[in-house]
């Protein structure tokens, strides 16, 4: 934590929807020190040079998710990617990739979270359980937990639908994140809602459009690994198929 | 400018805000529920909690043991009925969570777990790991999703409240996407902004914690309560203030100052308990009030540890091992790693008091109703009596839950018994809403707002900090006065009507700023010292104690036609059945336990 | 300004249809591995080809040189052919490489625990592993098949 300051070239995209036809670039030196976040060095260039310069953040302490973009290229939580890993470089600032800008770093999630809200995102549970009294938990073994629980840590932030080459060639794609999100209840032994899923899980613009590139899991600031549960959902897709084939549900 | 009618209006979507709306579209799918927040619902502040939410379960708990631990640990200043009534409801909505796929970390037979958080007298705090805030409100998004009748107004920044005939009869806000304002007509407005901390410097909250709803209740006339008490988390990370939470010292964390020494023993914690056997109500596990003043007094005794970004002492939770605190504590081994570059496995960390949270807040009764009729609060924003002045770890969150079905149940019948309304003056104030905030843009001062928010931070953080004086609370008082004045001169650069983060920006410092003064101004009024609020004047030193003669009352931060200051006004505390006694901790509390035990079977 | 429905004007950054995976390493490596589908490919269309020229046999009323001519050709001007061999040996890299690179990927999609009641998942090299042992298995087995019945 030493308290040491050096500078960096930092150069931001900047895009004002009433005066601007296209994004256009706009660089300033920022001071640093070892801790310096990418987000405080934009704190920095708001307080200092640009009050105009818009981005979204919150928490700092990368669990909100608002602060996603692309730095140098490569999707980032602003709050968790440090200037000290660009030493003796530049750094580049873009709003997150495949998505519309709608002003400066801000880009239009409306699709991210139509996607996320799209797949039933809630437990469905069974008729049997569905008024279960409220002094009384499901049981649900720690091994039970493990089958969800990492595909539950995801915090919405988009980095993963900046990262997908199918989503940027095919924007009807249902992406990572709410795949994920899908696959997340499916496993979940309190819910029995996996069939109310299928269409989603099952369709050309489900787990089907997904060719395993991977990357969306490369940049994930959370350790979801959603190409993993894509991957799995594929599996539960492909054995529904073939299970409605040899018996066909009345 | 457009117009909705709703039946239920909700200002924020964070645990309080979302669970109220799940509770209206639940009791009746035909109410128009408007769910209006200024960012996405799970970008809400509850996701950053991490320690649990506490709930009644174990055979040897009782909701009277955790009545008593709650006004205890508010130093007697919470009103007791409500207290009953939160302690009683508190594991249904618990369970309820886990209904709707809340992960909460289990026992191996697959029943909920829970553990020790500070003091509580038995583990009741219900955990998702180390990040209970993050599942929750990830649960309760996800489950609001699947009530067509809950419209939501993501990213629409609130302006200000539309009261007629002394009713709370709608907001208007503003739709930052878009670059355009909306009226929203309901029979009912509920409150759930969350607190105020970013009046501090140093606090662990997030961007949006401005106290936005409060300062539109003020206003608006409504009293904010208990304005005074403002939680000093003890261990927030040396330098970004970020949140280690109580649960490390739940789980058996020790703090040690430069000398090695559990410091805590000093300050009426003690005795010493072994390290990795944590005893519920002693050293680390006592309340955080007292461990932050513990701090504050080691930091003048020149006890602490200097770094090269302030003083800290150490959390040591090396004695854990690796396997057990990263299945326990996750995300708080990733925050010292990521943003102090230590490893909690092999090495303490540093950490200091920062501030947290704001027991204070819009007054209302124990429904969430305020005294304007159509105005409910819930939540980090609301007083409703069960903090007092001091708040007991793991109360929050489940406050947010429990307040927020009271008060969707309560709008729910409201709405049932009122008509829409809509009138020439609910129009009117919408319209003049609009004008106030676009004759910002025509300001042409050169104030800075970065120079006015920062300056408000550090005078909270020296007038009203862990412990008080007179001088320094005057102090800022007169800066904070000085700073209304300043803030009217800011001249903005960005004219843009599309996501102007600086604009709303100013805004919101202005809802600080009018947060800050209730805040110091109740602190100078309240002459003794009680949970949080702990002065060391006096004549004699007499504010150094508490006062119950006097002030075992609530303070009332008024705001005057024309002034530019509070009133304070004193109302009385509802104590039923707990009589207030000496607030003890450690070997203290057992031994007047064990003499109270000895007067009963007399 | 209160008639104005919105200020919006997202812009829409223009889609490098072809050329959008040149711009990072990880998608360049992605389209190599996705790329060795051209030469499997070629495998395939090589052992249709030697399958069609086995058709084109004609072994009655015995078997004769004359009989087996195209089977013959297939076996020594068009596989024994210096261009033939070099992009049978690119066959064999790429589809070395593109194994490699799918059983470094293939634990993703395993998702065992390690017993009944264990939370901890089964490790990703055992599923390599695994997968290794099958692929040089296999390869044994046809090797030793063609050398047997040489």
Redesign the interface.
């Known amino acids: 934590m030493e308290a040491t300051t050096k500078t960096m070239k930092v150069t931001v995209l900047r895009y004002r929807p009433e005066q601007d036809e296209k994004p256009w670039e706009q660089t300033f030196d920022v001071p640093y020190h070892r801790d310096t976040s990418v987000l405080e060095a934009l704190f920095y260039i708001k307080d200092n040079f640009e009050p105009s310069l818009s981005f979204r953040w919150s928490c700092r302490m990368a669990v909100c998710g608002s602060c996603g973009m692309m730095v140098n290229g490569v999707p980032h939580l602003a709050c968790k990617t440090f200037l000290r890993e660009y030493e003796g470089k530049s750094l580049k600032i873009e709003p997150l990739a495949n998505f519309p800008i709608e002003r400066d770093l801000v880009v239009d999630l409306s699709d991210l979270i139509e996607k996320i809200e799209r797949i039933k995102p809630y437990i469905i549970p069974d008729a049997k359980n569905a008024n279960m009294p409220l002094n009384k938990n499901f049981k649900q073994t720690p091994m039970q937990m493990e089958a969800y629980l990492q595909f539950a840590q995801c915090i919405n932030c988009g980095c993963c639908y900046a990262a997908c080459p199918q989503y940027k060639l095919n924007p009807k794609f249902i992406g990572p994140a709410a795949l994920t999100l899908l696959y997340r209840y499916n496993v979940d032994n309190r819910d029995a809602g996996a069939k109310l899923r299928a269409p989603f899980l099952n369709s050309e613009e489900g787990a089907w459009s997904c060719t395993f590139v991977g990357y969306c899991s490369e940049v994930c600031p959370k350790q979801v690994d959603p190409s993993s549960a894509i991957q799995l959902g594929k599996k539960m897709s492909a054995t529904d198929y073939v299970f409605n084939m040899i018996k066909p549900e009345h | ?1 457009e117009k909705y009618q709703a039946d239920v209006a909700i200002v924020g979507a964070g645990g309080t805000g979302l669970r109220a709306a799940i509770a209206v579209a639940q009791a009746d799918p035909k109410l128009r529920v408007a769910l209006i927040s200024k ?2 619902p ?4 509850t ?2 909690a991490e320690g649990g939410a506490a709930g009644v379960v174990r055979d040897d708990d009782s909701y009277q043991k955790h009545f008593e631990d709650t006004v205890a640990g508010g130093d007697w200043l919470c009103e007791q009925d409500v207290v009953e009534k939160f302690v009683h409801q508190a ?3 618990l ?2 969570l ?4 809340c ?4 026992k ?5 777990n829970v553990r020790r958080f500070g003091g509580m007298k038995v583990p009741r705090t219900w955990f998702a790991a180390d ?1 209970s805030g ?2 929750m409100l ?1 649960t309760l998004y ?2 609001s ?2 009530f067509p009748s809950i419209q939501r107004f ?1 990213e629409h920044f609130v302006l200000d409240l539309l009261v007629e005939d002394g009713e709370c009869r709608g907001v208007v806000c503003y739709d930052l ?5 909306r009226q929203i007509n309901a029979k009912t407005v509920f409150l759930a902004t969350g607190g105020a901390g970013r009046c501090y410097l140093f606090n662990t909250n ?3 914690v401005t106290g936005d709803g409060m300062a539109l209740a003020y206003r608006h006339g409504v009293p904010l309560r208990d304005m005074e008490f403002v939680q000093y988390h003890p261990t927030g990370l ?3 203030g ?2 280690m939470t109580e649960g490390c010292r739940g789980e058996g964390g020790v703090l040690y100052n430069k000398d090695g020494y559990r410091y805590l023993q000093d300050y009426g914690l003690g005795p010493e308990t072994p390290v990795g056997s944590p005893k519920n109500k002693y050293m680390e596990l006592g309340p955080r009030d007292r461990l932050s003043q513990a701090f504050w007094n080691e930091s003048k005794k020149g006890r602490t540890f200097k ?3 302030g003083e800290a002492v150490h959390l040591d939770l090396t004695h854990l091992g690796e396997k057990y605190l990263h299945e326990r504590l996750p ?1 708080i081994c ?2 010292a790693m ?4 230590v490893d909690p496995v092999k090495a303490p960390v ?1 950490v200091r008091p920062v501030v947290h949270y704001t027991m204070g807040g819009i007054e209302t009764d124990g429904n969430t109703a305020t005294r304007m009729p159509g105005l409910y609060a819930g939540g980090e924003c609301a007083s409703v009596g069960i903090h007092g002045a001091n708040r007991l770890g793991s109360n929050s969150l489940v406050e947010t839950i429990v307040f927020g079905k009271i008060g969707g149940d309560a709008m729910a019948e409201y709405a049932h018994n009122h008509k829409d309304f809509d009138s020439a003056e609910l129009t009117r104030q919408a ?1 003049a809403a ?1 004008k106030r905030a ?1 004759d910002l843009f025509d300001v042409k001062g050169t104030e800075s ?2 120079k006015i928010r920062n300056e408000m931070g550090q005078s909270m953080e020296e007038g009203v900090g862990i412990y008080r004086e007179e001088e320094s609370m005057q102090k800022t008082i007169d800066t904070l006065k000085g700073l209304q004045k300043r803030i009217v001169n800011v001249g ?3 004219r ?7 604009w709303m920006n100013l805004i919101e410092l202005g809802y600080t700023l009018d947060v800050a003064q209730c805040m110091v101004h109740s602190a100078i009024n309240r002459k003794e010292s009680r949970g949080s609020h702990q002065r060391l004047d006096g004549p004699n030193g007499a504010y150094k104690q508490r006062d119950d003669e006097n002030f075992l009352k609530h303070s009332l931060a008024f705001k005057l036609e024309g002034a530019d200051e509070p009133r304070i006004e004193l109302s009385d505390v509802k104590i039923t059945t707990f009589q207030p006694a000496k607030r003890v901790y450690g070997a203290e509390a057992e031994a007047a336990e064990a003499a109270k035990k000895a007067k009963e079977a007399k | 300004m209160s008639e104005v429905k919105s200020f919006r004007k997202p812009y829409n950054p223009p889609v490098k249809k072809m050329s959008w995976w040149l711009e990072n390493p990880f998608f360049v490596l992605y389209m190599v591995r996705e790329g060795t589908a051209v030469f499997a490919l070629f495998a395939v269309l090589e052992i249709l080809l030697g399958i069609f020229c086995l058709a084109l046999c004609d072994v009655t009323p015995a078997v004769s040189l004359k009989g087996i001519a195209p089977y013959v050709w297939y076996l020594q001007s068009f596989l024994a052919n210096p261009v033939v061999i070099a992009l049978n040996v690119l066959v064999l890299l790429t589809q070395l490489f593109h194994a490699v690179t799918w059983f470094a990927l293939m634990p993703k999609a395993v998702r065992v625990f390690m017993n009944k009641n264990s939370t901890e998942l089964l490790p990703d090299y055992v599923t390599k592993i695994a997968l290794y042992l099958g692929l040089i298995g296999a390869t044994v087995v046809v090797l030793a098949a063609a050398y047997l019945t040489k």
């Not at chain 2, 799970?42 to 502040?45: A, N, V």
């Not at chain 2, 886990?98 to 796929?101: K, N, Y």
């Not at chain 2, 992960?103 to 289990?106: A, D, G, I, N």
């Not at chain 2, 990521?338 to 570059?341: A, L, M, R």
């Open positions: 400018m960012v996405y799970m970008r809400s502040h996701v950053a594991p249904e909505e369970y309820q886990e209904h709707w796929g992960p909460w970390s289990r191996p037979n697959g029943d909920v990040k993050f599942h990830h996800q489950t999703v699947q993501d996407q878009n670059g355009v304002f997030g961007g949006i040396l330098g970004c970020l949140l770094y090269p970004l995300l990733e925050l990521t943003y102090s570059g540093p319209e609009e676009l707002m970065s903005l650069t960005d843009g009507r599309v996501f102007n983060t600086e």
